[in-house]
């Protein structure tokens, strides 16, 4: 009988509407919250699945980028060295010898070519070298890069020539694969001070080899280094 079974499915939908407001008042005179049963997410836009539409959410960007920051060891200096502290001003308009080009002319060009680098991160594999005296901004270019890699979410890492060539000895002697997986496989590594730090046989040949295997896996690098 269709009145009958009409009937019945108000009853059962009466019944149901009284219990959820049983629920709630037993909540709410226990001093919780009404929805307290009722699953809750850290982000309500993926459900904390960490995609939408087969896609990274925003929220799995941040905690990644987050992870990378802590594992690139540059968390506190990119604090101050990135592009927003950037001055033209340190470097001189006027013309130098052996050179077309001011210096201040020339980080233009270099910074545009910076730029395009970093925002055509994913299609590229190109390295970059840069060689000059110390105190040239070598160093202080290469964080600035960084911080745009990072805040994009790739995984950036920075090491000394030094560190470089001691992580290549745990990595050797005491079969490191998580070290060795960091700086193999991050987006970026940038190795600092190259050829100021010591050298013998096994540094010569390790560092030999581990460049040649990133260049080999088309692994990026950022190498600055006061001498050719």
């Known amino acids: 009988n269709p009145d009958k079974s009409e009937e019945y499915i108000n009853i059962i939908k009466n019944k149901i509407t009284d219990l959820r407001v ?3 008042e037993f909540l709410v005179s226990n001093g919780y919250d009404m929805d307290f049963l009722e699953m809750h997410y850290n982000c309500n836009t993926c459900k904390d ?3 939408v539409n087969n896609k990274r959410c925003s929220c799995y960007k941040q905690k990644l980028i987050k992870l990378y920051y802590n594992d690139s060891d540059l968390k506190h200096i990119l604090k101050t060295n990135n ?3 950037f001055n033209f001003e340190y470097f001189t308009n006027e013309k130098t010898d052996f050179h077309s080009d001011t210096p201040r002319k020339n980080i233009k ?3 545009d070519k910076m730029w395009h680098f970093i925002e055509n991160f994913n299609k590229t594999d190109e390295n970059f070298m840069f060689i000059g005296n110390p105190g040239t901004g070598k160093t202080f270019l290469s964080n600035c890069i960084a911080k745009e890699l990072l805040d994009r979410g ?4 920075y090491r ?4 470089l060539i001691q992580n290549l000895r745990s990595i050797k002697f005491s079969n490191d694969k998580h070290l060795e997986d960091i700086i193999i496989n991050c987006d970026l590594l940038i190795i600092d001070d190259l050829g100021t730090e010591s050298i ?8 030999f080899n581990f460049i040649n295997k990133k260049l080999l896996m088309r692994k990026k690098m950022i190498i600055s280094s006061t001498t050719v």
Do not use: H, P, Q, R
């Open 22 to 24: 049983k629920k709630s």
């Open 49 to 51: 699945t960490g995609f």
């Open 160 to 163: 000394t020539a030094d560190e």
């Open 83 to 85: 592009f927003d502290n």
């Open 200 to 207: 013998n046989e096994f540094s010569k040949v390790e560092l």
């Open 154 to 157: 790739n995984f950036v890492v």
């Open 109 to 111: 060009k270099i910074l």
